[in-house]
């Protein structure tokens, strides 16, 4: 995986570059586009592969999101990153992470996804004096043996993700509007943690 993070990490800087060459004839727009289908296209690429992963690890992809922001914007490296991303509406390399593993659970859970994904997760089903709303559509979280390969798997990191979204979203009807209800959702975690860090002053 490090020899992953490393190949992606040399392209997308190679692109950077590049686009930076020209950044001064182009309009956000455009740049934002460019940026779009030449750097984070390959940050998304099997990103669904990069989740348990330490922070070490995820923060070297963050960093490019970070200066591809800057590059767009056409800020500086002293600005903060996180109301970048929010103009750009772009989430952070973890939340990207978090949005695929999530979106793919859906597709399972309604027959949108290759068997292989689909048998590898199963509905929990608590006793009946245990039952209750909040155990709507939860999936069961396998025992793993091996910390770091088996909490790394798709069994394992899809219904630890998806069983700590609110039953709203996981009771949404449709892939798109589950999509659009999910970026929402985690949007709104990276604003509320911003201002928990950076309170505005009275």
């Known amino acids: ?31 934002a586009k460019l940026v779009t289908s030449t750097v984070l296209s390959r940050l998304d690429y099997c990103n669904s592969l990069l989740a348990g992963l330490p922070s070490s690890s995820i923060s070297c992809l963050q960093r490019i999101q970070n200066s591809s922001a800057r590059l767009v914007l056409r800020k500086k490296k002293r600005d903060h ?42 509905l929990y089903v608590p006793s009946r ?37 609110p039953l709203p979203l996981r009771q949404q009807q449709s892939l798109e509007s589950f999509k659009s209800a999910l970026k929402t959702f985690l949007f709104f975690q990276i604003i509320h ?3 928990t860090a950076h309170p505005i002053p009275p």
């Open 81 to 122: 990153i996180t109301p970048l991303l929010n103009q750009l509406h772009w989430l952070p390399v973890p939340a990207r992470i978090t949005y695929k593993i999530n979106t793919l659970t859906y597709k399972c859970l309604h027959g949108l996804a290759p068997a292989y994904l689909s048998d590898s997760l199963s």
């Open 129 to 165: 004096t245990l039952r209750s709303s909040a155990d709507s559509l939860k999936l069961n979280i396998p025992h793993t043996k091996l910390k770091t390969a088996g909490q790394r798997s798709f069994s394992f990191q899809a219904p630890s993700q998806w069983n700590t979204l």
């Open 1 to 31: 995986m490090k020899q992953h993070i490393s190949s992606v990490s040399r392209t997308c800087y190679f692109q950077l570059r590049r686009i930076a060459t020209i950044r001064k004839y182009l309009t956000t727009d455009a740049t």
């Open 193 to 195: 943690a911003f201002y």
